[in-house]
């Protein structure tokens, strides 16, 4: 099984910031790698597939890079509604999500 | 618009059996691979399995395999995760969603199994 670690756990911004989240997986998933949304009480939503690749909807302000065992999501300017849960998710070799950073204000 | 509904929340008592579903509209259903994905409340998210609904192939994860089944009624458009006899530790919501990238999800349903 394909192991997804996140790191950090927790990151604490303040709004208009800059934040990057992190994903590592245990072996080479190429690009096959999304990024979910998570808010409380809600189900998650795609934010991100094809590693770079902005769902339908999603603001410019989140920006997905990386392949092979490396990606980063990066939230250029943090708003109020951005706060929240993300999970990474690798769809290469069957299916498996990191443990989540939640963004914290 | 794709939508995937899932049903209502439910209750049940370890032992019992279970069917939960979740109906898909505004794509043509039988061409998209549906997942089923679980969170323990406060947890992170766990793949459990997925089905194609064009000829029912399904697929499981280890740690699902053997525990749940899941299906599809295509002349409805509707898939389905199913038990046949719950414990506590199926405490959890659960989510279908399209695709292995999860491109679009259900907005969960929540069982809770306790006597």
């Known amino acids: 099984e394909i192991v997804m670690t996140q790191s950090p756990a927790t990151l604490s911004v303040s709004p208009g910031e800059r934040a990057t989240l992190s994903c590592r997986a245990s072996?080479?998933?190429?690009?096959?790698l999304a990024w979910h949304q998570q808010k409380p009480g809600q189900a998650p939503r795609l934010l991100i597939y094809?590693?770079?690749t902005r769902a339908t909807g999603v603001p410019a302000r989140f920006s997905g890079s990386g392949s092979g065992t490396e990606f980063t999501l990066t939230i250029s300017s943090l708003q109020s509604e951005d706060f929240a849960v993300y999970y990474c998710?690798?769809?290469?070799?069957?299916?498996?999500f990191g443990q989540g950073t939640k963004l914290e204000i | 618009e794709v939508q995937l509904v899932q049903s209502g929340a439910e209750v049940k008592k370890p032992g019992e059996s279970l069917k939960i579903s979740c109906k898909c509209s505004?794509?043509?259903?039988?061409?998209?691979?549906i997942g089923w994905v679980r969170q323990v409340p406060g947890k992170g998210l766990e793949w459990m399995g997925i089905?194609?609904?064009?000829?029912?192939?399904?697929r499981y994860s280890p740690s699902f395999q053997g525990q749940v089944t899941i299906s599809v009624d295509k002349s409805i458009n509707t898939a389905y995760l199913q038990w046949s006899s719950l414990k506590a530790s199926d405490t959890a919501i659960y989510y279908c969603?399209?695709?292995?990238?999860?491109?679009?999800w259900g907005q969960g349903t929540l069982v809770t199994v306790s006597s």
């Open positions: 072996q080479s998933v190429s690009t096959n």
């Open positions: 505004g794509y043509t259903f039988i061409d998209y691979w």
């Open positions: 094809g590693a770079s």
């Open positions: 089905i194609f609904p064009g000829d029912s192939t399904a």
């Open positions: 969603a399209r695709r292995g990238s999860a491109e679009y």
């Open positions: 998710q690798q769809y290469n070799d069957w299916y498996t």
